[in-house]
């Protein structure tokens, strides 16, 4: 017996645009975090240091799916459905 469960299709044209979204969301968090670090002391600077990293992180891998799309979407990788 086979059980089908649905599927949400996400276009690579969408994909895009939610990573560009994406990445202005997490570069607002890294750009505050590392803006913010006059008035803290030297382990909640550390803190704040690290949680901006992550964030920029997050952005970059946003990037790098984004243009992946991008290019799905163009056809580079074979015939696009």
Do not use: N, Q
Request: glycine share 8%; net charge neutral; aromatic share 14%.
């Amino acid at each position: 017996m086979h059980v089908s469960i649905p599927v949400m299709k996400i276009s690579a044209a969408i994909a895009v645009w939610m990573c560009v979204v994406f990445t202005l969301f997490c570069m607002g968090f890294a750009i505050r975090g590392f803006t913010s670090l006059d008035g803290l002391d030297a382990i909640e600077r550390e803190h704040s240091v690290g949680y901006a990293w992550f964030w920029t992180f997050l952005a970059l891998v946003s990037v790098v799916f984004g243009v992946l799309s991008r290019m799905i979407s163009k056809g580079k990788f074979g015939d696009v459905d």
